[in-house]
Nanobody, 117 residues
Framework: QVQLVESGGGLVQPGGSQRLSCTVSGIRFATYAMGWYRQTPEKQRDLVASVSNAGTTRLADSVKGRFTISRDNQNNTVYLQMNSLEPEDTAVYYC???????????WGQGTQVTVSA
């Protein structure tokens, strides 16, 4: 059974920092590209950051310079470090895994991040 379990969400003040974690089980983690997406009730689910199985990272323009994605293949975990948070970053954040071989993907259940004073 494949499981992606996100943690680290919650309420944070504008300008603050937060780190999201996604721990994966049931797949060969090192062979999957990992990503973080976010969604609000008004918008579609958008890619925030991704890291390939080789460690290449990509960030959405809106979070460049503020967010960092990293992966720990020893612990089957991907992280999203979020700094200088803005109210516009408020969303449900989802972890995603895509097989580099088959293209099959999996989603976590999502974690709410709220940026508010």
């Amino acid at each position: 059974q494949v499981q992606l379990v996100e943690s680290g969400g919650g309420l944070v003040q504008p300008g603050g920092s937060q780190r999201l974690s996604c721990t994966v089980s049931g797949i060969r983690f090192a062979t999957y590209a990992m990503g973080w997406y976010r969604q609000t009730p008004e918008k579609q689910r958008d890619l925030v950051a991704s890291v390939s199985n080789a460690g290449t990272t990509r960030l959405a323009d809106s979070v460049k310079g503020r967010f960092t994605i990293s992966r720990d293949n020893q612990n089957n975990t991907v992280y999203l470090q979020m700094n200088s948070l803005e109210p516009e970053d408020t969303a449900v954040y989802y972890c995603n895994a895509i097989s580099t071989g088959t293209g099959v993907g999996f989603w976590g259940q999502g974690t709410q991040v709220t940026v508010s004073a």
